[in-house]
Every structure is written in C-alpha cells, then in structure tokens.
T-cell receptor
Framework: GDSVTQMEGPVTLSEEAFLTINCTYTATGYPSLFWYVQYPGEGLQLLLKATKADDKGSNKGFEATYRKETTSFHLEKGSVQVSDSAVYFCALLNYGGSQGNLIFGKGTKLSVKP | GAVVSQHPSWVICKSGTSVKIECRSLDFQATTMFWYRQFPKQSLMLMATSNEGSKATYEQGVEKDKFLINHASLTLSTLTVTSAHPEDSSFYIC????????????FGQGTRLTVV
C-alpha cells in the first residue's frame, strides 16, 4: 500500500541555519503531496502542497519540490527561526477512491535555538 | 482557511468509563470527517471515516464497538471511547476535507486522552 517515509528527528538547528527534512513516498498512480506543521499544543496546519510532478510548493520561506523520478518531496528552508520549532509531517493523498484521507509520515521534530 | 474545532483538548478518565470527543467544522459543511490516532513518536494512523447520515467506516484492526463514531450533522462528528483502558491513552485528532477537489484536509487541535 501507499506509504510515506521521512527522516527521524529530532532535528536541532541554530537560528538562520539551513533546513532540510527528507521525505520519500511509495504510491501507485499520481498522488498529491503535502507538508503539515504542528506547533506545540496546536493541531495540524497545512504548510505547503504539490499536486503533480515538478510542482514546487512554498509558504513562509519553506519549499518542497515534487520529484517523481526519486519519489521525494524534501522540505527546505534557507534560514530557520526559533518560531519554526514544531513537528513537521509529510503526507500523501492518492486520488484513487480517496475522499481526503491522508497518509502521513512519522513526523520530524524541529527545534531551533537562538 | 477553514476551521475545525475539536473538544476537549485534553481529558483524564478512569478505567472503565467512556469519553466523548467532538469534532466540529465551524465555517463549512463536512459530509466526511476522519479520525486519527497518534501514538508517541509515531505517525498519525487513520482509525475511521465518519460519514454524515450513515455508518462510519473503520480501518482494519480498529474495534468499532470500542470507538463509537457518530456523524450527527454536517458540522459535527463525535468519537466515543467506551470502557476506556490505559492502552487507549493516546492523542486523537480529527480532520475534514474541504476545498476545490477536496484534496486539502483541515485538522482539529487534537485531544490528549489519558486513562488512569
């Protein structure tokens, strides 16, 4: 079945460091890919998305490119801030029969130190 | 974006009692809602799909008699953990798809359940 694998954390960075969180997926067909973020004590929020190969999703300085050839959707940010500390989830949605059910990776906790 | 509200955000209950968790879509109608469970350091696992006006669809391995789901209206789904046991302690989170193509899911804040 479909699955998502993302790098395990926690990831600890200093402010203004470069961030990469790896995400790869296994799916039949052409899924849509998402990154969700969960700030401490809050629910999940959509960070960015890409619906087809080579699409680049971007938001709040974060970017991820849908790479079908490598089945990847790595999250990057050039300069992280303390306020970016959160848990990040990579997810996919496969349209075949789906009504919005997402398959998640395990999540990667990011801690940014001042 | 659309708002999904989940209540309570945390609850502590005694073994053997039942706990109800509510999930509301505040500014849109949701004919479908999803209930997930998140174990510590684990991903979110889909438990069931809640369908307005019909029975919920449970994922394999999820006890439907233990995790009762009711989708009473187009804006409310409830999850009741019946006869709770300590192993039911977990983080439960709901979501509802909304938007063009319904490919975006909006999440509630989650409920931390602790059974003592």
């Amino acid at each position: 079945g479909d699955s998502v694998t993302q790098m395990e954390g926690p990831v600890t960075l200093s402010e203004e460091a470069f961030l990469t969180i790896n995400c790869t997926y296994t799916a039949t067909g052409y899924p849509s890919l998402f990154w969700y973020v969960q700030y401490p004590g809050e629910g999940l929020q959509l960070l960015l998305k890409a619906t087809k190969a080579d699409d680049k999703g971007s938001n709040k300085g974060f970017e991820a490119t849908y790479r079908k050839e490598t089945t990847s959707f790595h999250l990057e940010k050039g300069s992280v801030q303390v306020s970016d500390s959160a848990v990040y989830f990579c997810a996919l949605l496969n349209y075949g029969g789906s009504q919005g059910n997402l398959i998640f990776g395990k999540g990667t906790k990011l801690s940014v130190k001042p | 974006g659309a708002v999904v509200s989940q209540h309570p955000s945390w609850v502590i209950c005694k073994s053997g009692t039942s706990v109800k968790i509510e999930c509301r879509s505040l500014d849109f109608q949701a004919t479908t809602m999803f209930w997930y469970r998140q174990f510590p350091k684990q991903s979110l696992m889909l438990m069931a799909t809640s369908n307005e006006g019909s029975k919920a669809t449970y994922e394999q391995g999820v006890e439907k008699d233990k995790f009762l789901i009711n989708h009473a209206s187009l804006t409310l789904s409830t999850l009741t953990v019946t006869s709770a046991h300590p192993e039911d302690s977990s983080f439960y989170i709901c979501s509802a798809p909304h938007g063009q193509g319904r490919f975006e899911a909006f999440f509630g804040q989650g409920t931390r359940l602790t059974v003592v």
